[in-house]
């Protein structure tokens, strides 16, 4: 039995100020997606106070911050990640005494509370851009990327947007083309502007004033484009896979429109504006190139931490997903602390991604297992902690853009966004005495939290219980992962460590049994999902996808 790699972060796991391990590291963060947490008005869209009155759920979970998705004013044609207004709160979300009276109730429970900032680009219906429309000359004509169109009229590159199509719409107001990686309301603000620098630097200050613990940067790989407007070049037909084909965008490789060499700075800006407070953190999204993953966050100058889509889209659950990542992406990179996550308001959940049909309970929570023994800061995202599947959505439903473009080969990201179901008897599954905006399947109902509640081998009891353990096994929030060789395409094995606390993590994730054979120095198990069986000697018999932790 032989380890394959080293430790990870091992210089991060301390802050150089006070010789103290930072609270984000090895922390729980619980996302919750406000437009579908609980409505308290009736009007089928959450609120900030419906959070608020589920404060006391989020804090029984164990988990140590929440990270709200966009709470701004917003044309909602993506859904809060178009902004109209940095500064204040959406109508539909409630008032900004509601928000300040949810940071207090939070702090009061122990939380901490982190923002989602989309600071990349804006909705067109900001004041910024209808200014920045209006002239080639006013004082605002630069904060949006602008460029004249090529002399037939097509625009001036290859560059193609997130959700499909070309990344550049004419506007003749300006007679130009402006840039935009996602939808075409969704203006790209100019980074390459100082004054656009700032004022984004002092949106995150008016927050981090009303007292916010931090933030999650949305598309945080894209706030510097190429300012030379070069042509994306396309991924190479030896390495094109069905995910690139699935959609165009994905042919060309996004080193000009995002994940330049100079977005590097971007991310030290927001870092000095995160050291001016105490004990804050800002985690960035990085959706592409992972090879600029470690250039842009971790050490003492860049962002904190972040996270890419390696587990967030893989459909497999083979071993060498996890081993890969961390081996590969993650060993190099010792300046950088990381984040583990396998579910967002973007993606279709994990219980469908590595299970299919209308929820396994098992897989649920197997995952969260592994979710919560691999080394890093955890982000779970609401339902996680029930099982929740992905709603299969009818047309009639889709408000998606994505959807709507692909609807019915690919149905956007509506189903992994609808209302969570609270109780299960009760109308609208207990979210709002109006219509959902989203609508609440019965495999969601019969697996509400208060369902979840009066039953011991729940999906919600196994996350409390596991959060509470982890919590007690220093190894398994800040330790060291050292991962096993083993053969094949079930078994996954690491170790923890920290200090002279060892343990053993042994996942069999195929849907058949496996054995796997114990060191001698195997001690007691104190984690176990499935079937596990323990012989006389070394042996180990893992059930289908059943797992165990064991003391060394």
Known sequence: MSFQSSGIGENVAMSAENNKTPWWQGAVVYQIYPRSFLDTNGDGVGDLKGIERKLDYVAALGVDAIWLSPIYPSPNRDFGYDVSDYVGIAPEMGTMADFDRLVRETHARGLKLILDQVLSHTSDQHPWFQESLLSRNNAKADWYVWAEAREDGTPPNNWLAAFGGAAWSWHPLRRQYYFHKFLKSQPKLNFHNPDVVDACMDVLRFWLDRGVDGFRL???????????????????????????WAHAPRLQRHIFDANTPENEWAMKRVRKVMDEYDDRLAFGEFSEEPSMFGVYAGGME????????????????????????FDELLMPLDHLWPCVTFSNHDIVRPVTRWGGGQGDDALAKLALLL???????????????????????????????VGDLYFPFGKGRDGCRTPMPWAGKSYRAGFTTGTPWLPIPDYHAVRAADVQEKSPDSVLAFTRDLIAKRKTHKALVTGDIRFIESDGDAILAFERASG?????????????????????GAGDQILSVGSVARGAASGLKLGPRAAAVFTL
């Open 218 to 244: 949305d598309v945080a790989n894209s706030y510097v484009h190429d300012e030379h407007l070069r042509d994306n070049p396309p991924v190479p037909m030896a390495e094109r896979t069905f995910a690139n």
């Open 302 to 325: 860049r962002l904190h931490t972040g996270y890419t889509f390696d587990f967030l889209e893989d459909w497999t659950f083979k071993p060498q997903v996890f081993r890969t990542y």
């Open 371 to 401: 979710l919560l023994t691999l080394k890093g800061t955890a982000l779970m995202y609401q339902g996680e902690e029930l099982g929740l599947p992905e709603v299969d959505l009818e047309r009639e439903w889709i408000k998606d853009p």
């Open 500 to 520: 002279t606390e060892k343990l053993l993590c042994v996942f069999n994730l195929s849907r058949e049994e496996f054995g796997y054979d114990l060191p001698s």
